[in-house]
């Protein structure tokens, strides 16, 4: 069973702090990752999908993948109140599948 | 319209009611699909339709009857709910591929109270 593992939180940072948020998942035959954001009460949008070892930046936001570890993360620098809300993390298996694997998500909570 | 819309946004409704849920999608994408979020709990991918054919059915109760017309309209069917089938029921659509084109773009959702 393909599943996508995130700690639920909260997890509290202090306005202008880096938030590091995890995922790992179980199936080595991942290949495409995505983290999306979802407000309360709204539908989830993506911010970034990595596929490639490594890093991946897009202004604040920096995507990390490890695929030797299973292992993604999402950095939030110079964080905002603005950033609070739930980050959910969806992997997508090799082999010509499209259907994402979403993990239940993180919330973050950026105080002042 | 651009993007993925949804209506109704909230639909109250008794047990022994028949409503439907509609999704459109504007992006000319090939697959949609239907989840379902519940306070506290992950999404659950309920159906998946890829050119109009259902290709993903996540063992979900007959109560519950997807529709696809043509690749730019989804529909769920509800009769007979039960309370804990209140949720918010998230349309989505993707251009089915490899990388970004697997993106969810997802619908602002429908908020269904079951009484």
């Known amino acids: 069973q393909k599943e996508v593992e995130q700690n639920s939180g909260p997890l509290s940072v202090p306005e202008g702090a880096i938030a590091s948020l995890n995922c790992t998942y179980s199936?080595?035959?991942?290949?495409?990752f995505f983290w999306y954001r979802q407000y309360s009460g709204k539908s989830p949008e993506l911010i970034m999908f990595?596929?490639?070892?490594g890093d991946k930046e897009d202004g604040r936001f920096t995507a990390q993948l490890n695929k030797a570890s299973q292992y993604v993360s999402l950095l939030i620098r110079d964080s905002q109140p603005s950033d609070s809300a739930t980050y959910l993390c969806?992997?997508?298996?090799?082999?010509?599948?499209?259907?994402?694997?979403f993990g239940r998500g993180t919330s973050l909570i950026v105080h002042p | 319209e651009t993007g993925v819309t949804q209506t109704p946004r909230h639909l109250v409704m008794g047990m022994t009611n028949k409503k439907s849920l509609k999704c459109e999608q504007h992006?000319?994408?090939?697959?949609m699909y239907w989840y379902k979020q519940s306070a506290k709990k992950p999404l659950e991918l309920m159906f998946v339709?890829?050119?109009?054919?259902?290709?993903e059915n996540n063992s979900v109760p007959s109560r519950f009857s997807p529709e696809c017309p043509n690749s730019s309209h989804l529909f769920l069917h509800l009769h007979t709910l039960q309370p804990e089938d209140s949720a918010l029921y998230l349309c989505?659509?993707?251009?089915?591929?490899?990388?970004?084109?697997?993106?969810?773009?997802f619908g602002p959702g429908t908020r269904l109270t079951v009484l």
């Open positions: 989505a659509s993707s251009q089915t591929g490899t990388g970004d084109t697997d993106t969810q773009y």
């Open positions: 969806a992997a997508i298996s090799s082999g010509g599948s499209y259907i994402p694997t």
């Open positions: 199936d080595r035959g991942s290949q495409s």
């Open positions: 990595i596929y490639s070892n």
């Open positions: 339709y890829s050119l109009e054919e259902r290709v």
């Open positions: 992006l000319g994408h090939n697959a």
